[in-house]
């Protein structure tokens, strides 16, 4: 398609899912499955880098139209590789691993991004700075940018994706209500900033190793779905939707009182009565020896 069909169907679908003028987004995006303009490659990797240029700059733009001046976009900037002992970040200069957009917005002009070494957060527009700056060590919880997101009334946006995929921010509720399946743990890496050094503890939610679940949200999507607190637009067979907050927040809580594994893929017991704390012989790292109960 041309890029004006490209265009009318984009605003369309961000019309249907009530996205207006000073909305404040976070953005979840399959690009391969949303509505673009047909740019022509030659078969060489610089021309297929320049079309997907454009692809993120049409993208971009339709999105900061869409919600004007006073309007904010979040992007996760997530860097996962530099959860190894060791690391050595630089938010400058880190890569975005959670898809090409992310790597072409945090790049942007006046884009600015969350300190943490794993789960940082890109953002431009009114109130980036309120919600990416100033936060604390920890990806989760109290003082990170998540826990600012019901001030400034964040809507979920998720482009050719479905929200129960990239809804990170369920780890934020997860910690708020304290479940036993995760734990925050510190990883040994050092940060940098503006090429000076950060000393802090930096730690995150995370599953326990050799334990085989996941996290699965359809639980969350369906409450959403069920309680009419979702919008959704299909094109092209592809999903997208849109939830805000306050109703994430609500449906989440609800569903972790009723069950705190609501977000993982299988039920199972972690017997913390009969689990050991021992020091490894090659480093100071602890390792957790879990009993596990099958239910």
Not at 67 to 90: C, D, E, Q
Not at 262 to 267: I, Y
Request: charged share 20%; glycine share 4%; aromatic share 12%.
């Amino acid at each position: 398609m041309n890029n004006i069909d490209a265009t009318i169907i984009f605003k369309n679908i961000l019309n249907d899912l009530n996205i207006c003028l000073g909305d404040c987004i976070m953005l979840g995006i399959d690009m391969s499955k949303i509505p673009l303009p047909l740019y022509k490659a030659d078969l060489n990797i610089s021309s297929f880098r320049e079309r997907e240029e454009k692809w993120h700059s049409f993208v971009l733009n339709i999105l900061l139209e869409q919600i004007g001046t006073n309007g904010t976009l979040l992007v996760p900037a997530y860097t996962y590789s530099y959860s190894k002992p060791g690391s050595i970040y630089n938010s400058d200069h880190a890569k975005s691993e959670v898809g090409s957009f992310t790597e072409y917005f945090r790049k942007q002009p006046n884009v600015i991004r969350s300190l943490h070494p794993i789960f940082s957060i890109a953002g431009v527009g009114k109130h980036a700075a309120d919600i990416l700056t100033f936060n604390s060590t920890n990806a989760f919880g109290l003082g990170s940018p998540f826990s600012r997101f019901e001030k400034f009334n964040v809507k979920f946006l998720c482009l050719g994706i479905e929200l129960r995929k990239p809804l990170t921010y369920i780890h934020h509720l997860e910690q708020n209500f304290g479940v036993y399946h995760r734990f925050n743990k510190r990883f040994e890496v050092e940060v940098y900033d503006q090429n000076k050094k950060i000393e802090a503890d930096w730690t995150a939610l995370v599953a326990y190793k050799g334990i085989d679940y996941k996290s699965d949200l359809t639980s969350l999507q369906n409450e959403l779905i069920s309680s009419n607190k979702i919008k959704e637009k299909l094109w092209n067979s592809n999903n997208n939707q849109m939830a805000e907050v306050s109703d994430v927040i609500e449906a989440g809580y609800k569903l972790l009182m009723r069950d705190s594994l609501s977000f993982v893929n299988r039920k199972f017991k972690l017997n913390f009565d009969d689990m050991n704390i021992h020091n490894n012989d090659t480093d100071d790292n602890c390792h957790l020896i879990i009993t596990l109960n099958n239910l």
